[in-house]
């Protein structure tokens, strides 16, 4: 709908999208601009307003829609949207304004809504300009630096000398009424004797009890090879042990199905 | 300085934050908030007088003792401190619109800035410089944010009425600021 005029320069390859420094000057003061250097459409707008150097209250809507398509050819997707609904907008207020106007003040400018959102947004940027200022002034001061809170106070280092370390030790050791160490000698379980023991008993009798197994003063690491012994022969199925109840002597029995085999 | 004025200036060197003065009164049970703003003015006095590196200024409601801007390169230079990052353009702008509109919906911001301000409006409620206020009345009942006091911090502002009024804005307002409605009622399109 709307022609490209061929006086506007638009720079080729990268210069197209460099800093607004790049400006290509021409007889139109048309002029490359960088689309991200803008924070939305209205900011765009408001610079091609500047730029073209006419009132705000009196847009020449034609022309400032052309400029604006122009300069959003380039967009990406991402951005695109909200400048496109401006654009839907600026071509909107044109066809109204091509409209015959009825006689009488009855006539309501369509692009008044548009002029009071853009006094609207140059207010909001006059703001910005004074919060930026202000932000820079802050930050040329430091404050005291954040502290994290220490979740516990760190222990002191110990204060102790060596001899009083010996001291301490030779208070506990005369403290200790009977002196004598004693030295525990681990004695290993037996296992494959015990049950060398049960096979041997077993091949003379048929049935044998706990009793006949361990003897009266065994030592408690005979007792334990003898049941883990007999428990080892058990899973073997070389035998039986069953007690009748409880507390009872444990009836030990040779399997007759192993002696079938 | 006076033992009040010492009290205080050692709570302002151990907060890391800008002190209100009800709380500072509150570090004596004796001493009338006049007389510490008296006590303050004194400590003010005495770091000016006697050209201390810091500086105890009015600033986001409270008081805070700051280094004086002259060391600020060279504290930077020595990485002591760094400069917090400078805030973008667009995250400017909608909190200027935030700052004056406040509470203020999504909706508005983004019908003042003509962009979607959805991923703004997050950032910087995780800066902590706006947060969630309430919930405007109507469909969908939107969240209403508002400035924090790390905003006024930020900007060495006392407190909002410190902002430029409207009639000192070379374009005027749709409304007054002084006695502006809630934002709801300006908003018809």
């Known amino acids: 709908m709307t022609s490209i005029q061929p006086e506007v320069v638009i720079a080729d390859g990268p210069a197209f999208l460099s800093s607004p420094e790049s400006r290509v000057p021409s ?8 689309l991200t250097a803008f924070s939305g459409p ?28 122009l300069r959003i050819r380039t967009l990406g997707l991402n951005e695109a949207a909200d400048y496109l609904e401006m654009a839907a907008r600026l071509m909107r207020i044109k066809a109204q304004m091509l409209l015959p106007r009825p006689d009488g003040d009855a006539w309501e400018d369509p692009r008044a809504e548009l002029v009071r959102r853009l006094l609207e947004y140059q207010q909001m940027r006059e703001i910005v300009d004074v919060l930026e200022h202000r932000a820079d002034e802050r930050r040329r001061q430091f404050a005291r630096a954040y502290v994290q809170d220490q979740a516990a106070p760190p222990t002191a280092p110990l204060a102790l000398s060596l001899s009083e370390l010996f001291a301490a030790v030779d208070r506990v050791l005369r403290s200790v009424r009977d002196p004598h160490m004693h030295d525990v000698v681990a004695r290993p379980l037996d296992v494959p004797a015990a049950i060398e023991v049960i096979r041997a008993l077993l091949a003379l009798k048929m049935r044998l009890t706990w009793t006949d197994v361990v003897r009266a003063d065994a030592q408690p690491w005979q007792v ?18 069953a007690q009748p109840r409880p507390f009872a002597n444990v009836e030990i029995s040779r399997d007759p199905t192993s002696e079938a085999a | 300085m006076t033992p009040l004025a010492k009290l205080l200036e050692a709570a302002l060197f151990a907060s890391a934050r800008p002190v209100p003065v009800d709380e500072l009164s509150a570090l004596d049970a004796d001493a009338s908030s006049a007389e510490v703003r008296a006590a303050l003015d004194e400590i003010r006095g ?10 105890l200024v009015e600033i986001g409601g409270g008081w805070q003792v700051l280094t004086r801007p002259e060391y600020t390169e060279a504290i930077e230079r020595a990485q002591l401190a760094a ?19 406040q509470p203020i ?27 969630v206020v309430g919930r405007a009345e109507g469909l969908g009942r939107p969240l ?46």
């Open chain 1, 27 to 34: 007889a139109d003061s048309a002029f490359v601009v960088e």
């Open chain 1, 42 to 69: 209205l900011d765009l707008l408001l610079a091609l307003i500047r730029d073209e150097k006419v009132d705000i209250y009196d847009i020449p809507i034609a022309r400032v829609a052309q400029q604006f398509l």
């Open chain 1, 224 to 241: 334990l090879s003898a049941l883990l012994g007999l428990l080892e022969l058990a899973r073997l199925g070389e035998l039986r042990v």
């Open chain 2, 46 to 55: 005495h770091y000016d007088a006697e050209g201390h590196g810091v500086e």
């Open chain 2, 83 to 101: 400069r917090p990052q400078r805030l973008s353009a667009a995250a400017l702008e909608t909190l200027a619109i935030i700052a004056y509109r």
């Open chain 2, 105 to 131: 919906g999504r909706s508005e911001v983004e019908e003042i800035r003509g962009v979607n301000v959805g991923s703004i409006l997050k950032s910087l409620n995780e800066r902590g410089l706006i947060d």
């Open chain 2, 144 to 189: 209403l944010y508002g400035t924090t006091p790390l905003f006024l911090e930020h900007f060495a502002l006392r407190h909002l009425e410190e902002l430029p009024r409207a009639d000192e804005l070379a374009i005027a307002l749709r409304q007054p600021l002084a006695d502006a409605p809630p934002p709801d009622a300006s908003m018809s399109s």
